[in-house]
């Protein structure tokens, strides 16, 4: 399962998917760049003080990654270099951590860590006025309040521009009041290892909010609060969705963290969702995630009594679990993260069950390699499978398939399944979010240049932790053609 990293292109090594997407009741949406992007904007008209030189921004890689996923470019490291060996599905995988972000990450499993307030919690308050607004009053109205919190006072004014004032308290807690003349006014206070910060920001904004009804009562068009934003906490529980945006989640705990060579493994609690597999910081799949397995297996229409089964990926166990219990003749799963299986057969028991506990049982077989070779090796052996279901990435949000690897990959998984599948088979795989629908046509249109001509089908199906619909392929060989 992934939803793609890349597009939320989820690549999983060979046989794990990045991550996917989500959908649940107490999840709050927060976009970043609204609440914050008045601090990146340069100052109208100059400052009185010098200004420090922005960041440079973050360059996306379009080849890999999707809007919101951009990443640091690091080296291959000498584990990687000694990996060269494992076949195409090794050496795709080290062209995409070249753009992957670092990790870095101490190793941590069955530690049982659960969140800390010693993080900065941004609050905002966001008042809209119905006409234009008289800056200098509504400073003077509002000036006192912060003055009342002994804090120390900068303010900058431009005669078209509104006013700035920052407020900054003695333990390094500040707020910013940003008054624009057609009549937004924006209060962002941040409070940082303080237990009762979060009050005192809620009840300084609380003393806003009054003032304002006082002053404008008739005036106010719209008064906006969002749930305060925890940046550098222990645990993170803001991931992006694959059409950019971000999400939190209520993760309590960090159930499970290693570093494979392949990608970082975590899984997350979450009190809506249980455990949730997230790999190189895209989430995975949930154990609430049932819908995304029987969607990827045919959503109940499938026959799979003794049947041969393929299974590209799919290392939390999920397909290799509902597959078994339908009793097919022969299931083969091609997975290489030994660790991701690991990880899951601990901690993903509602997931995968008992599928997990040995590699081989009556009626399956769990392979521990890279899937290239398997299906060139199948191919070579004349082997034909019933279905194969390719669980290893999702469609890439690239629309340059010319430029981007991960579309190489996608249509050799294609034309190397197709060599594999029984002229009446068929072939199941995700797409990607229901929104990228460039990316989506675009795969559409890869179908139609296979070597074997085909048909599918598609249905979009809601994945409770993935917080946006997704899309899933049914793919068969063009009967006139069998």
Request: glycine share 8%; charged share 25%.
């Amino acid at each position: 399962m992934v939803k793609a990293w890349l597009s939320k292109t989820k690549h999983r090594s060979a046989c794990w998917q990045l991550p996917r997407g989500h959908w649940g009741q107490g999840a709050k949406v927060h976009c970043w760049l609204a609440l914050l992007s008045w601090l990146l904007l340069p100052l109208p008209g100059g400052s009185p003080t010098p200004r420090q030189p922005r960041a440079p921004p973050r360059v996306r890689n379009t080849h890999t990654h999707p809007p919101t996923r951009a990443r640091t470019h690091t080296q291959p490291t000498q584990r990687e270099e000694q990996q060269q060996h494992r076949g195409e599905e090794a050496l795709w995988r080290r062209r995409q951590q070249h753009s992957q972000r670092s990790h870095g990450r101490s190793s941590r499993h069955g530690t049982g860590l659960r969140r800390t307030m010693a993080a900065a919690r941004h609050s905002t308050l966001d008042l809209t006025l119905a006409a234009t607004a008289d800056c200098n009053a509504i400073f003077k109205g509002l000036q006192s309040i912060f003055q009342k919190q002994g804090m120390t006072e900068t303010i900058h004014n431009w005669e078209d521009h509104g006013y700035l004032a920052t407020y900054v308290n003695k333990n390094g807690s500040f707020a910013n009041l940003r008054i624009y003349p057609h009549g937004l006014v924006l209060v962002d206070i941040q409070t940082y290892n303080d237990l009762n910060g979060g009050e005192d920001a809620g009840q300084l904004l609380n003393k806003v909010e009054e003032r304002m009804k006082e002053l404008f009562h008739r005036n106010i068009k719209r008064v906006k609060r969002l749930p305060a934003i925890v940046r550098g906490d222990t645990i993170d529980r803001y991931w992006p969705t694959a059409d950019g945006r971000l999400v939190e989640y209520d993760i309590d705990e960090v159930v499970y963290d290693e570093e494979s060579p392949y990608q970082n493994i975590k899984i997350l609690h979450s009190k809506q969702f249980g455990n949730i597999l997230i790999l190189s910081g895209d989430v995975n799949l949930a154990e609430s995630d049932l819908a995304y397995t029987q969607a990827i297996m045919g959503s109940g229409k499938e026959d799979y009594a003794d049947k041969e089964v393929l299974i590209l990926g799919g290392g939390d166990g999920g397909i290799l679990y509902e597959i078994v219990k339908l009793k097919p003749k022969m299931v083969t799963m091609v997975e290489i993260d030994q660790m991701g299986i690991d990880g899951c057969r601990k901690f993903m028991r509602k997931t995968c069950g008992d599928v997990l506990d040995n590699l081989k049982g009556e009626c399956y077989q769990v392979l521990i390699e890279d899937c290239i070779p398997v299906l060139k090796r199948y191919a070579k052996e004349e082997r034909m499978f019933d279905y194969v279901i390719n669980d290893l990435t999702a469609v890439p949000i690239s629309t340059s398939p010319e430029e981007d690897s991960t579309w190489e990959f996608l249509r050799m998984i294609l034309d190397l399944s197709m060599k594999v599948l029984k002229p009446d088979g068929k072939y199941f795989t995700q797409g990607n979010c229901v929104n990228l629908t460039e990316a989506l046509t675009l795969y559409e249109e890869q179908l139609g240049r296979l070597s074997c001509p085909v048909e599918f089908s598609k249905e979009v199906v809601c994945v409770p932790s993935y917080m946006e619909l997704w899309v899933f392929y049914t793919i068969w060989k063009k009967r006139s053609e069998v």
